[in-house]
């Protein structure tokens, strides 16, 4: 038999295939009728029977008809039940199968055999999958984190300051071929952070809604060196969860850039002010034309059309 290995089939086509359907789960429950009493177990008041989960080819060849399956035994002599995982090797490591059955007899042990988690009352996502050896880890860093000494970190934007006069040339800041210096951040986020503190009171949460860009960074900055609390909205969610958010936090200030401005209606009223960071980045700020022409900036937003 000759095949091409998925792993292949996935490489060459990286952008068509990222989540193929033909990979998704499926669970499928199986009636079968046995004559051979050999084949039939009882436990309790249930009744299993096997079921094949491989195919005869030819004489000498047999196939397993699962990419990934999970068999229990049942030991009668015993009474115990014993699991086994069949995996191809052209979808899965070794290494990930094994650590796949590892992580099955954690949930296992800790449904059966430890009495520290209430099987009848507790919901399964309180289970655990970590390993012994992944659980050491963790109290480890613990470990390291508690005896960190946190006072001597300074707050974010004073760090930003002192970090932009010590090295003012170097690279702050980069994304695909644009970049900006410490000096040349310093100065944009110095003039949107001075113009929103001109406009909020310290401790405020101010809202930005801006896709992946510097422009992004720049805002983040200048909300905190502003005295600002920096709330994120993602430009994916519709209107109406955005309008929630700013609801719920109550800011005042939303901040966004020209691809995000429709996400928010334009009104007369000056509940909410939302401040479009094209215009404040322009070199128009340092001759206070700024401060003069709100309307060219500003797109305030009552609490009427955010509801």
Do not use: W
């Not at 990930?96 to 992580?103: E, K, P």
């Amino acid at each position: 038999m000759s095949y091409f290995p998925l792993q292949l089939i996935l490489a060459q086509h990286p952008n068509t295939l990222t989540t193929p359907a033909f990979l998704d789960t499926s669970f499928e429950y199986t009636s079968t009728e046995h004559s051979i009493d050999q084949d039939q177990i009882s436990i309790g008041e249930a009744m299993l029977a096997a079921v094949p989960y491989s195919i005869q080819v030819t004489t000498d060849e047999i196939v397993s008809k699962f990419d990934f399956s999970l068999r229990f035994q049942y030991d009668k002599a015993t009474e115990q039940f014993s699991y086994q995982i069949d995996a191809s090797l052209d979808l899965f490591d070794k290494k990930t199968v094994q650590t796949i059955g590892q992580r099955f007899y954690i949930i296992l042990q800790q449904l059966f055999l430890l009495d520290n988690f209430d099987i009848t009352h507790q919901p399964i996502y309180e289970l655990s999958l970590l390993l012994p050896d992944e659980v050491r880890h963790i109290k480890s860093i613990n470990n390291i984190t508690s005896q960190m000494n946190f006072e001597s970190l300074g707050c974010l934007k004073y760090e930003f300051i002192q970090q932009s006069f010590t090295h003012p040339q170097k690279i702050s800041v980069c994304l695909d071929e644009q970049s900006l210096s410490y000096a040349e951040l310093f100065a944009q986020v110095y003039k949107v952070a001075a113009y929103l503190g001109k406009r909020q009171h310290p401790n405020e949460i101010i809202c930005q809604c801006v896709e992946r860009s510097i422009e992004m960074i720049i805002g983040q900055l200048a909300i905190v060196v502003s005295g600002a609390c920096y709330c994120a909205l993602s430009s994916d969610d519709p209107p109406a969860r955005l309008a929630a958010l700013v609801t719920q936090t109550k800011a005042n200030i939303i901040l966004v850039h020209p691809a995000t401005t429709n996400l928010f209606t334009t009104t007369t009223s000056t509940d909410q002010r939302v401040i479009n960071l094209h215009y404040c980045l322009l070199d128009k700020i340092n001759n206070n034309i700024i401060d003069t022409d709100d309307n060219a900036l500003l797109c305030p937003v009552s609490a009427d059309d955010l509801a």
